[in-house]
């Protein structure tokens, strides 16, 4: 029986506590007006310090993800007697762990708080404004999406010619959570760990290629920013639209901003929450439905509740912005839904083993091809229809980095601008689910499963 490891902290609401301050402390540093930080923040996205700190909790054994059952029978930490009694019950106590603490904080923020937040961010989507935008950037984050979609097997194919023991086995269900991240965000990425039973390990090396990699893309991106007139002007692109875009966007944030009352706030709670119980109806009675008359949908994540959840808050949200509940976005709904977001976030980085970087340094191989094909899609279409540099760095942000990140490229190239990298990030909500699904799809045909 292997030795039983010691935690500081082994209480879920001590737990989460640690997470809401290191939140906390991470927005209030990144808005400091202290040069030191300035410069800090110049170099290390806030985002990527959201998933990171919480990891070292989990890392360095300070907060149990998993409770190894040993620790349990020896009385090094105090579960509770329901997994106490899981751990006496098990063939082999030595080689079982239960999840607890910091894996009930991250049942709560996928379930409750990721289906919220979903119908948050897609409660915001405005049809007309998205179309206002022109067919160029439509075109670009739709080619940013589907380059996102086939750079994946393209990445799984090459890699298995390069070295196929990289990509060996359960690799692919990894990829998907990463195709989530993507194409929407965080809690796309989560539906799909859910959705393809990714387990924790993996999840942990998937998630670090996910950040840094898309982290040094969204670097090259606002590199491009800060040379656009000269990138632009080569290319013969039309910049015309962009000015008036300016112009509109600042008009309409004149026009409708409002700080929220009481009222406001719980109403935003109100439609969240009440989609999201609509959503567990759904998912508890459509799935069990349609695993016992039609088994063979398993392998298309049919039969799975949480598939469900997601599919029908996201199509929720999307039915909302048609009415005048759309009208709450005026009110903060989108930063309501960010804020459960960063909960999700700190709770996926308190699993995230940050050893696991060293462990399987080749998947990060297989990210930056899967990136590649994604750039070099985005530049050549970019470039064949003569779109300005802004709609391309946008339009593979707004995928890529999402709502998080969209706005900070965004207003590289013109503050009044980042709403518009909101709007677009949002669209990839919506598309995040099912594209990252059917890439999942994909991806497992392409591994031979």
């Known amino acids: ?29 990144h808005k400091s007006e202290n040069i030191y930080f300035k410069r800090f923040y110049k170099f290390v996205p806030a985002l990527l310090l959201c998933y990171f700190l919480p990891s070292l909790l989990h890392t360095f054994h300070i907060v149990p993800y998993d409770y190894p059952c040993t620790d349990i029978l020896s009385g090094a930490v105090d579960a509770g007697q329901e997994v106490l009694a899981q751990c006496q019950s098990a063939a082999d106590p030595s080689d079982t762990k239960i999840k607890a603490n910091g894996a009930q904080i991250y049942y709560v923020a996928s379930r409750f708080l990721l289906p919220a937040s979903l119908v948050l961010l897609t409660l915001s989507i405005d049809f007309k404004k998205i179309k206002a935008l022109g067919p160029k950037a439509l075109i670009l984050f739709l080619t940013g999406t589907f380059g996102i979609v086939i750079g994946g097997p393209i990445a799984l194919l090459i890699m298995s010619a390069i070295n196929p023991d990289v990509v060996a ?24 760990k859910e959705v393809y039973e990714v387990s924790g390990e993996l999840f942990s090396s998937m998630i670090a290629v996910d950040v840094i990699i898309a982290n040094i893309w969204m670097a090259v991106l606002l590199y491009m920013a800060s040379k656009s007139k000269d990138i632009d002007a080569k290319t013969g692109a039309d910049t015309n639209a962009i000015e008036d875009l300016k112009a509109t966007v ?36 459509l ?22 959840l997601i599919v029908t808050v996201t199509t929720i949200g999307l039915f909302l912005s048609t009415t005048k509940l759309k009208n709450f976005e005026a009110v903060g709904a989108s930063k309501v839904g960010s804020v459960f977001i960063y909960l999700l976030v700190a709770a996926i980085g308190l699993h995230m083993d940050i050893s696991a970087i060293v462990e ?3 998947l990060f191989v297989v ?15 970019a470039k064949l229809i003569k779109a300005p540099v802004f709609y391309m760095a946008v339009g593979s942000q707004a995928n890529v980095g999402g709502a998080a990140s969209a706005p900070i490229v965004a207003s590289a190239f013109h503050p009044s601008l980042a709403p518009v990298g909101v709007l677009l990030a949002v669209l990839g909500y919506a598309l995040g689910t099912y594209a990252a699904w059917f890439c999942g799809q994909i991806l497992m045909r392409v591994s031979g499963i």
């Open 360 to 362: 399987r340094p080749w």
């Open 287 to 308: 799935a069990p439905y349609i695993a016992e008359n039609w088994p063979t949908a398993a392998q298309y994540s049919l039969t799975s509740k949480f598939f469900w």
């Open 367 to 381: 990210g930056a091809i899967w990136m590649i094909v994604h750039a070099l899609l985005m530049l050549g279409v």
């Open 1 to 29: 029986m292997s030795e039983p490891t010691t935690y500081l902290v082994t209480n879920s609401a001590t737990v989460f506590g640690i997470l809401a301050l290191i939140l906390g402390a991470v927005f209030y540093t």
């Open 169 to 192: 086995g359960d690799i692919w269900r990894g990829m998907t959570t990463v195709a989530g991240s993507w194409i929407g965000g965080s809690a796309n990425q989560t539906a799909m």
């Open 250 to 285: 600042e008009k309409f944030n004149r026009e409708h901003a409002k700080n929220p009352d009481l009222t406001d706030l719980m109403l935003i709670i109100a439609v969240a929450f009440g989609a999201t119980a609509l959503g567990h109806i759904v998912a508890d009675n």
